[in-house]
Nanobody
Framework: QVQLVESGGGSVQPGGSLRLSCAASGFTFSRYAMSWYRQAPGKERELVAGITSAGGRTNYGDSVKGRFTISRDNAKRTVYLQMNSLKPEDTAVYYC??????????WGKGTLVTVSS
C-alpha cells in the first residue's frame, strides 16, 4: 500500500536550516507530483511547496518563497524540503502528500519542526 514517511524534523533556532525528507513506497513515484504541507497549532493545514513528477516545475506558498526549496530524487523515491532562514512562524507539523484525482490522496504522519530561541 501507499506509504509516505517523513523525517528530518527537529528544533532549530531562528535563522537556522533543516532538510526534511519524505520516503515513498507503494506507488510509481516518478509518475506523480508531490507536495509538502504544514499545520501549525490552531491553524488550518497549508500548502508549503509542490513539485511535478519529473521535478521540472515547483511552486511555493507565499510565506516560504525564497527560503524553502523542494526537490526530488526519483531513483530514491524521495522528496525533500530544504528550509533556510527559519522563523518562529515556521513552527508546525510538516506533511508529505501525493494526490492525483479523487482516488489518489495520501498523507504521511508528519514531522515536527520547532523554531525557537
Amino acid at each position: 500500500q501507499v506509504q509516505l514517511v517523513e523525517s528530518g524534523g527537529g528544533s532549530v533556532q531562528p535563522g537556522g536550516s533543516l532538510r526534511l525528507s519524505c520516503a515513498a513506497s507503494g506507488f510509481t513515484f516518478s509518475r506523480y507530483a508531490m507536495s509538502w504541507y504544514r499545520q501549525a497549532p490552531g491553524k488550518e493545514r497549508e500548502l508549503v511547496a509542490g513539485i511535478t513528477s519529473a521535478g521540472g516545475r515547483t511552486n511555493y506558498g507565499d510565506s516560504v518563497k525564497g527560503r524553502f526549496t523542494i526537490s526530488r530524487d526519483n531513483a530514491k523515491r524521495t522528496v525533500y524540503l530544504q528550509m533556510n532562514s527559519l522563523k518562529p512562524e515556521d513552527t508546525a507539523v510538516y506533511y508529505c502528500n501525493v494526490k492525483s484525482g479523487v482516488l489518489m490522496d495520501y498523507w504521511g504522519k508528519g514531522t515536527l519542526v520547532t523554531v525557537s530561541s
